[in-house]
């Protein structure tokens, strides 16, 4: 029978072999924690590796990603599908062994990490989730939601800002089955810690509301055990385990400095390595026994048949309840849904609301939201003003069976990344809202959605200098443009309520990356369609707006609020005796993912006579317009003023878009 340590070597070796092998990558963390991850996955972790989606798991999380050899080693000694031809194949080209791990590459990942702090905040959410799906489906005699969350971390994650934010708010909503794991090593790539991070950890994370434990040492197996144990018991507070480790644990001389952190150690020190830790195997060279003594797949399937079981006497006894479950934790929306949606938007198009597009937001919301349970959502301390409090929203802090809206306080950075991690969980569909200027804070959240990915909703209101006296810091200009160029990243700015209507429905049916929501603070006017061109809002861009009497000689295309503008100066222009066909565009992306034939339906090629107009940078539009087109937009800052003052201001007005057409060669 091997003992701890040595199957702690084995994950030792295997991260060193890996990152020998490909000449890049972190050895150091992995063989500083590989005892931490020894006793918590081969004693504590409820894990199958023959399902690794089974809903009663435990979730992992490796916030310092960077030592992805610690995730992947565990994965392939328990037993999942990832043979050790994956680990001689670490950061190669279509590996499923990335250089940080990827959930879209391997199963037994629940999150992309490598953004420090950003796993941190992840596992934050699937608490969350766990608390919130407990309180709906949980019936005292049948607990089918009781899963812990565990989270390695490093300094740098708990030096990353994010890190204030999601912890903060795990102690303030008391989430007990949190745990996390802080490796305490004291090195980052500068070298020592101490010149730049002086903290008092214990005692930062008490003022939060946690349950500190430790320091402990990091490679004592039972310190470890006791911690994890005294973790589980603190009901009503996320614990942090402060394990003092060594960095390259087991290289004679390289071991707790920086060398060890983001290189290979080097051929010698391997074999140095090999010699001193007593590991007497060939590189990717694991004997029977090792891997014996790792091998999770008959305890796993043991823990999921229980589960299973226990699911099948509570389907037995709540039915509904039960169907609903399994629904949403498939991802599957209502029967139902798309019809009642398209209802909603065809109802809207016969009301014709003039209303800002942020209330327009809310009043899918209203419509929407009874009809998706999964639906949880919250806001930056912005709810008045991004209106995403809809009449059956319930705070997730009043542990309501139907809880589903979340204070977040002014966290937009921790607020998107617990969003990711409430949809990697299961069973929600996550939005989350804030000023479209602040959306800068966010987006390197946003930017993991698109990546992972998560079909989390972000909604940005006040969407230009339109909000008005707030001025330049509050007015965004170069936002929308600069998240139309996340790859994965739908970016939706209706023009009216009916557009904004589709844009939500649009976002909840999508399941293979995020949704941007753009609205406005002012009222729109709405716009006249038929039935036929309702259906085509969806596809992302549409004629909206023919010449009665001529063919058309130039295309006005427009988003958002200047697609009021569009239509007036086509007005204009028809008056002139100019013919111009006006294109609402809520959705680049979608549009341009469009069947050519399609496309060149909408946008022409014979058609050289392009106008843009949007209230933000122009260079976005030039792969519409061309460059002998032109864009009516707005190239520097705003400023404060009524936002009616500011358009003029700026030339953003129908008398520009008409001048800009009748411009044009």
Known sequence: ???????????????????????????????????LAQVLWGDFLAHNPANPRWPGRDRFVLSNGHGSMLLYSLLHLTGYDLPIDQLKKFRQLHSKTAGHPEASEFPGIETTTGP?????????????????????FNRDNCNIVDNYTYVFLGDGCLMEGISHEVCSLAGTWKLGKLIAIYDDNGISIDGEVHGWFTDDTRKRFEAYGWDVIGPIDGHDPAAIASALEHAKKAADKPSL?????????????????EATHGAPLGKDEVAATRAHIGWSYPPFVV????????????????????????????????????????????????????????????????????????????????AYGPLLPELIGGSADLAPSNLTIWKGSKDVQS???????????????GMSAISNGLALYGGFI????????????????????????????HVYTHDSIGLGEDGPTHQPVEHVASLRLIPNNHVWRPCDAVESAVAWKAAIERREGPQCLIFSRQNLPHQHRTDEQIGLIGLGGYVLSEPASAKFEAIVIATGSEVGLAMDAMRQLEQQGVAVRVVSMPCAEVFDRQPLAYREGVLPSWCRKRVAVEAG??????????????????????ASAPAEQLFTYFDITATAVVDAVKNLK
């Not at 020998?20 to 590989?34: D, E, L």
């Not at 987006?443 to 909703?457: D, G, Q, Y």
């Open 1 to 35: 029978m091997p003992s701890r340590k040595d199957l702690a070597n084995a994950i030792r070796a295997l991260s060193m072999d890996a990152v020998q092998a490909a000449n890049s990558g972190h050895p150091g963390m992995p063989m500083g924690m590989a005892d």
């Open 116 to 136: 420090l702090g950003q796993g941190l905040a992840n596992a934050v959410g699937f608490a969350l989730a766990e608390r919130v799906l407990a309180a709906r």
């Open 241 to 257: 385990v402060i394990a003092k480790t060594i960095i390259g644990w087991g290289a004679p001389n390289k071991q707790g400095t």
């Open 287 to 366: 004997p029977d026994d090792i891997y014996a003594g790792w091998d999770a797949k008959a305890k796993g399937a043991a823990a999921e048949a229980a589960w299973n079981e226990k699911f099948a006497k509570y389907k037995k006894s709540y039915p509904e309840l039960a169907a609903e479950f399994e629904r949403r934790n498939k991802g599957e929306l209502p029967a139902d849904f798309s019809a009642q949606a398209d209802a909603f938007v065809r109802k809207l198009q016969k009301e014709g609301p003039t209303v800002a597009s942020r209330k327009a937001s809310q009043m899918a919301l209203d």
């Open 399 to 413: 542990n309501e069976a139907n809880a589903n809206y979340v204070h977040y306080g002014v966290r937009e950075f």
């Open 430 to 457: 996550p939005y989350d809202a804030t000023f479209l200027v602040f959306s800068d804070y966010a987006r390197n959240a946003v930017r993991m959605s698109a990546l992972i990915p998560t079909n989390a909703i």
């Open 617 to 638: 940078v122009t260079a976005y539009w030039r792969k519409y317009v061309g460059l002998d087109g032109a864009v009516v937009g707005i190239d520097r800052f705003g």
